[in-house]
């Protein structure tokens, strides 16, 4: 059986959307090129709409009724764009990916920086307590001293083949229905069930006598394990094997 291909088997439904903004998923590659791809969108984006950079959120009220200013921030291009890609990685790294592969812990701590009512207690009566250009100042600090967080993505463990000592052809079974010989083929629901059939399903039709199939044993398996061979080192020629080495 073939290895699952993320864009054949599942692009479809998995579209690895990851900002509101775009219309297109991010690329199912390495984390370094997903990095780049996210950077390099929202940098086009920015260029294309800077009015965005200057950002106003509703006021955040501790206690009910009473008036807070609305907040306004501006932002560089850089800013807005290390931030927006902070977030948009949080998503993947540690939701989208993680559907399906093993990720390393991968902590992305400047995304704080992109909310201004994040669940850090300590970073809320920071943003209220100190001023705009104070605020703006922690912020570039921040994100000049940040160094890229990358996870490592655990490489996939795909059996590619069931039975390494027996060999086995499809194309010579194919006037059998799958249900002949994996008899939950049609109802299994899980990718952990393990679906192949055992030898006595074989023998219904690989058994002796001449209204069966062969039935011995080189029809499924080689004598040899070419793989622990050992080389030899040659020291004759054919003459001396002729005179017995004299």
Known sequence: MAPVKFAHACA???????????????????PDVVHAFLAKRFAEYIAAHPGELRETQDP?????????????????????????AAVAEELLWH???????????????????????????NAVGKISSTSQAEFLADQQEHLATRELSLPTVAPANTTLKWMPH???????????TCVSCHAKAMTS????????????????????GPEHAESRCFECHTYHDWSKRKEVTPKFTLPALRTGGR
Not at 63 to 84: C, D, F, I, N
Not at 189 to 208: F, N, Q, R, V, W
């Open 189 to 208: 629901t899980e990718s952990s069930d393990i679906l192949l059939p055992g030898i006595e399903t074989c023998k219904k039709c690989h058994a002796p």
């Open 166 to 176: 027996a060999k086995f052809d499809h194309e010579a079974h194919e006037g059998f």
């Open 95 to 121: 939701k989208t990916c993680a559907q399906c592969h093993q990720m390393s812990a991968s902590p992305l701590q400047d995304t704080r920086i992109a909310r201004w009512s994040p669940a850090n207690a």
């Open 12 to 30: 479809a439904c998995h579209l690895l959307m990851f900002d509101r903004r775009f219309n297109e998923g991010a690329p199912h590659d390495k």
């Open 60 to 84: 955040y009220r501790d206690l009910a009724g009473k008036p807070s200013p609305p907040r306004t921030r501006a932002l560089t291009a850089s800013q807005w764009v290390a931030e927006k």
